[in-house]
């Protein structure tokens, strides 16, 4: 349930190999389908986070939760 992975990765709880695997899937899954997707205003534009999830949580935290915000993260 990826509502409820979300929450635990939220609480700086570990996912379950099995439920990373399939995590991350799904967001593969997802990207793919997605790769030109119409982005609409309001828009959050972000600096590269380097792949550190702590500084994802904390942006969320701040600027607010998906789909609520959305964001532009940028990356080199």
Not at 5 to 21: G, N, P, S, T, V
Not at 36 to 58: K, N, R
Request: include cysteine; glycine fraction near 4%; charge should be negative.
């Amino acid at each position: 349930n990826p509502d409820k992975w979300i929450e635990q990765l939220k609480d700086c709880q570990h996912l379950q190999e099995a439920e990373m695997r399939s995590l991350c899937e799904r967001v593969r899954s997802i990207l793919i389908e997605e790769q030109h997707t119409a982005i609409s205003s309001p828009l959050t534009i972000c600096g590269d986070i380097h792949s550190q999830f702590w500084d994802l949580l904390e942006l969320l935290r701040k600027g607010g939760d998906v789909p609520e915000t959305s964001y532009i993260l940028t990356a080199r």
